[in-house]
Structure formats: structure tokens, C-alpha cells
């Protein structure tokens, strides 16, 4: 259903049981479970779907080491179940990640973790190795049952050099635990849309649109694309718009009637960094340190290239939010003092984001100290409009489960029953997923005349989903892009299935091309002809849209135009070799 059949079907009959207020993987999460259970459900994303805080995170999928030191417990059980359940439904985006921990000291922090668990702390401090032990003998006792992956080991200063000589000499010991990371979360967040789709027509989603309150108890949906607005008469509305939860509510609430803040956001920027020897230092692990200031830091292998992060900072308008020089020098501060050997210059970072954490209000002066739960809580409306259902907190590993608690609260007020558990259901492409990957492969390589090296990117990219792209790659002509990997077909695909309306939704969202530094210029022109093609944009529209991408890409991700630019000959004498191999 594209938007304009959902926007007809609301001036046909306005009235829908509930309207999903954020489209960001927790929005996208509580609108799957009530299309599954058969609720008659409206999606409005002011933005795109997972381009806030659900496109900043650090990639890990993690049960919350340090949320033990805040006595976290329930947390870190839930996250590492969430985890496990994330490995089995989503494989093709989720997997393993073995996570080494440098130790520096041996006693360290034992006085200070006692009294930060009793609430009398609010400072960082260093973890010694007795601490870290505890941490991960915790750890490993509260996955004991499903066991999917290895308990955690200790090693020796030597023997841990000898694996890692890059590492800061002066350390003590190191542990390697297992947690898991994901590849693409803003596809996999598409997917949930897509799975919550499926459920029938009375599940509807759009992006680039927003709930305006008009009179008490009377919204409209504006179409920040097709610029009209459309009248909705929700019986429920919930607010799951994360950093956003308190500026969405200023327009669902007159100011009489307005709730008291629910937020206290911060703050996390990361940067992608192409550097071999770093790369080549890490040996396939995520090496989770802490800087010397005691805060937790990260870095691993992304897609290939180094993920490391990140800062945690206050903030007040999660619209402004990137990552600063201030953020970048620290982080690059960081890795110079776990990897002191390694040479990184800023010219070798090729994309940087930041997000906001959607944390609970508080007024604690070490962010490190805020709770990581989640809880949900309808606020009052003497506006005599819908009840109004906030998300409060929340991690990405957990989005499920959070979802799962909403709309159950949802289901309460609506007297229905839940129908469907999605406990053990599978996402996208993690349906049906191979036990054997080569033979799959083969399969549809044959099926479709296309390459097994493409059926194989397209399984990376889709996984079992990648069957449906292949075949419609192979059902019309199709045309190479300037990227090897990439060809006409498929990104029209993800143009007609996947609700694009901007450049960005493409190739920042869509596909990891921004993501990974291999983005060029002539790339992105190549994706902006076809779109504004698609769209039939006049050229004055085209060039619009082409300085939109260029000015987002500069100011929240770090990359200019020149940077594209010296890409293209790269990206060229790419092609030229992938197509001499072919």
C-alpha cells in the first residue's frame, strides 16, 4: 500500500484503533505486535524510518556488561535473552562478536563498585580484573541455560600481547567474553515494518509525516511530501519517539493539559575509520576498553572497516545532535591510549554519526548513572482526547520485548486479546535461513541466471530475502552503477518495496554505501538519477535533492564533496578489475 492509497483510505474512514507516533525501532517494533494481532494501526514517522537514534547506535546487540555496577540486573537478563532470541530470528543481520577486555589494574575499582551499586558514587572509575571477573561470571551464569555461545576466558599480560601486540603495554590481564553485533539495523528495522505490513490492510505506515493536534481531541496527519493533511480519529495513541517523547507530546497536548518531561537524552557520536593496521589489530575481535578518564569505549571490525565509539553527553534538542570536533578529538584520544602503536589520522575517518540515547528524565551529573530500562506509562489528557501511552528508555537490544510490553498495554485498554507471540519469530531474512549458505546460493544462482558472487552480495545484503531481489534482477534488462556490487534493478527495487522518498532513505538507510566510505560522487548521482526518474522530479527538483543529500552528508556525517569526489576514481578502477575477474 503506497501512501497515497493510505491517505485516501483515511479520508474514506478516519477512525483507527491506535496511532504509532515514531518510526524508529521501538515505534516499528509496538506497530508489528499490533498488526499482528489484528488491531487496526496507523504509523506516523516525522522523519524516516530508523533515521533518529535507531541509525546512531553502536552496532552491538549486548546484554549490558556495565549495567551490573547500577545493580541493572533485570535489564542485563532481558537484553542478553533479547540477544540470544536476535541470534535464532535474525541471523542473516545478527551474529556473534567475541569482546576482549583490556585489564590495567587488579583491585581497582572494588571499593568504588560497591558504593556506585549502593548509589553512593557518581563518578567513573577504573575496573580492576577482580571486578571484571564478577562481571562476566555474572554474565555467563545468567545465559548458562541456552549456552549459544562460549564462557568468558582470562588470560595473562603475555599471553594477551602475544595475540594482541598493538595493545597498551601497561596492561594487567585481558577477559574475552561473547555478545553479538548487527550489520544493518535500519534494514532490519524495514523489516518489521514489512512483517507488520503483511498482516493486512489494517496495518499503515508512513514516513515523512506528522500528527498535528488541531482542536482538543482532534488531529490531522500532515504529508510532508504531498503537503496535505488528512483528518484521524485514533482511539489510543502511543508515543514512541524516543529523544523526541516530550517535544512530540507539546503537539499532541495543549499547554494546559501538557504532561511534565519524561526525557533526559544523551548524547553518543561514533566514527568509522578505514586504517588496515587498525583493522589487523584487532584480530576479528571488539576490544571494549576504558579510556583513561573511566568511561567505556569501543572499537571493531564494521563491514569492513573500524567502528569506535563513543561520548556521552547531555543534550536538550535531539533534532541538532552530531558529532563534534570536540567528540572526534576524544575518541581518537582513546584509541591512541589502548592502541598506542597505531597510527590514525582524521584523513582516515571516512563517516561519523552521532544519536541521542532516549533515557529517563534525571538530574544526575554522571549520565553513566542513568537507568538503561524501559517502562511505559499513559499521561493524562484533559484535552478529552485519546489516551496517550509513552515509551520511556529503552536499547536496541531490547526493542522487541519493549514492543511486546506496549502493546500489551494497548491490548488491555482495547479489550482484546494478544492472537501471536513473536518470541521466536523470525525477521525478513532470517525466514527460512540456510543451514547450508553455499548450496542456497547455487540454488538461486541457477534459478536466476545471475552470478553466485552477486546471489552471494545479495545474501550479505538480505539475506533468504535476497531470493526475491535476485528475481527481480533477473525478470528486465538491467544496467551496472558506478559500484561494483550494486546494479540498476536492485536499487529500483528498494525504491518501489521500501517507502523511499529521499536519497538519504537510499543510501544511507537502505544500503550501507554512506556507511562503509564507499559511496562516491558519481554513485550518488547515478542512485539520484534513477529516483528522480522514478519520482519524474523536473531538473530544478533533481538539483534540489541533490544539495540536500550533500549538505546532510556534511554536516551529520563529516563527508564533503571532495571526499565523494576523490572516490570516483577509486570506485572506477574498482569496477574495471570486478568486471576483468567477471
Known amino acids: 500500500m503506497n501512501r497515497e492509497e493510505i491517505f485516501d483510505g483515511l479520508r474514506q474512514s478516519p477512525k483507527v484503533d491506535v496511532c504509532v507516533l515514531g518510526g524508529g525501532i521501538n515505534g516499528l517494533s509496538v506497530f508489528r505486535e499490533l498488526a499482528l494481532q489484528g488491531v487496526n494501526v496507523v504509523l506516523v514517522e516525522k522523519h524516516d524510518f530508523c533515521s533518529g537514534a535507531s541509525a546512531a547506535l553502536s552496532r552491538m546487540v549486548h546484554g549490558g556488561l556495565r549495567y551490573l555496577e547500577n545493580g541493572e540486573f533485570s535489564l542485563v537478563r532481558e537484553s542478553l535473552v533479547e540477544r540470544d532470541r536476535l541470534l535464532r530470528n535474525a541471523p542473516h543481520y545478527v551474529g556473534p562478536l567475541p569482546t576482549t577486555v583490556p585489564v590495567f589494574d587488579v583491585f581497582s575499582g572494588l571499593a568504588n563498585g560497591a558504593v556506585r551499586f549502593l548509589g553512593l558514587s557518581r563518578r567513573p572509575s577504573r575496573r580492576g580484573a577482580i571486578v571484571i571477573k564478577a562481571g562476566l561470571a555474572i554474565y555467563d551464569f545468567l545465559t548458562r541455560k541456552r549456552a549459544l555461545m562460549p564462557r568468558h576466558e582470562f588470560r595473562g599480560r603475555r599471553s594477551t600481547l602475544d595475540r594482541w601486540p598493538a595493545l597498551n603495554p601497561a596492561i594487567k590481564n585481558s577477559a574475552t567474553y561473547y555478545d553479538a553485533w548487527v550489520s544493518q539495523p535500519e534494514r532490519l528495522g524495514i523489516e518489521l515494518l514489512e512483517d507488520g505490513q503483511s498482516a493486512g490492510t489494517h496495518a499503515r505506515a508512513v514516513n515523512y509525516a506528522e500528527l498535528k493536534l488541531t482542536a482538543p481531541g482532534r488531529y490531522v496527519i500532515k504529508d510532508t511530501i504531498g503537503g496535505t ?94 558529532c563534534e570536533t570536540a567528540e572526534r578529538d576524544y575518541i581518537l584520544q582513546s584509541l591512541a591510549f589502548v592502541l598506542p602503536t597505531i597510527k590514525v589520522r582524521t584523513e582516515d575517518i571516512v563517516f561519523q554519526f552521532s544519536g541521542v540515547r532516549p533515557l529517563p528524565a534525571s538530574k544526575d551529573n554522571f549520565t553513566g548513572r542513568i537507568p538503561r530500562d524501559h517502562y511505559c506509562t499513559f499521561v493524562g489528557t484533559a484535552d478529552a482526547g485519546p489516551p496517550v501511552l509513552c515509551m520511556i528508555g529503552g536499547k536496541w537490544t531490547t526493542f522487541r520485548s519493549f514492543g511486546e510490553l506496549a502493546a500489551d498495554l494497548v491490548l488491555e485498554r482495547l479489550a482484546r486479546r494478544r492472537q501471536i507471540t513473536t518470541a521466536d519469530r523470525a525477521i525478513g531474512g532470517g525466514r527460512n535461513f540456510p543451514a547450508d549458505r553455499e548450496a542456497w546460493i547455487a540454488r538461486v544462482a541457477a534459478a536466476t541466471a545471475l552470478s553466485p558472487a552477486r546471489v552471494e552480495t545479495l545474501f550479505e545484503r538480505y539475506g533468504t530475502d535476497a531470493e526475491r531481489v535476485a528475481d527481480f534482477i533477473a525478470a528486465g534488462p538491467d544496467a551496472p552503477l558506478p559500484h561494483p556490487g550494486y546494479s540498476d534493478r536492485e536499487i529500483l527495487l528498494l525504491m518501489r518495496s521500501e517507502k523511499v522518498e529521499h536519497l538519504d532513505d537510499l543510501l544511507l538507510r537502505r544500503a550501507t554505501l554512506a556507511i562503509t566510505g564507499e559511496l562516491s560522487l558519481e554513485m550518488a548521482d547515478a542512485v539520484l538519477a534513477l529516483l528522480a526518474a522514478e519520482k519524474h522530479w523536473p531538473v530544478a527538483r533533481q538539483a534540489q535533492e541533490r544539495t540536500r543529500f550533500l549538505t546532510l552528508l556534511l554536516e551529520r556525517h563529516g563527508v564533503d564533496e571532495d571526499m565523494l569526489s576523490a572516490r570516483n576514481e577509486q570506485r572506477s578502477a574498482l569496477c574495471e578489475t570486478t568486471a576483468r575477474s567477471g
Open 229 to 322: 493533511e488528512t483528518s484521524i480519529e485514533p482511539g489510543l495513541i502511543v508515543n514512541a519517539t524516543g529523544g523526541w517523547i516530550d517535544i512530540a507530546n507539546q503537539g499532541l497536548f495543549s499547554e494546559p493539559a501538557r504532561p511534565a518531561p519524561l526525557m533526559g537524552g544523551t548524547k553518543g557520536s561514533h566514527l568509522i575509520i578505514d586504517n588496515d593496521d587498525l583493522t589487523r589489530a584487532l584480530d576479528g575481535h571488539m576490544i571494549y576498553y576504558e579510556n583513561e578518564d573511566g568511561r567505556i569505549c569501543i572499537l571493531f571490525p564494521y563491514l569492513g572497516k573500524v567502528l569506535v565509539g563513543s561520548t556521552d553527553i547531555r543534550v536538550d534538542d535531539p533534532e541538532t545532535v552530531r
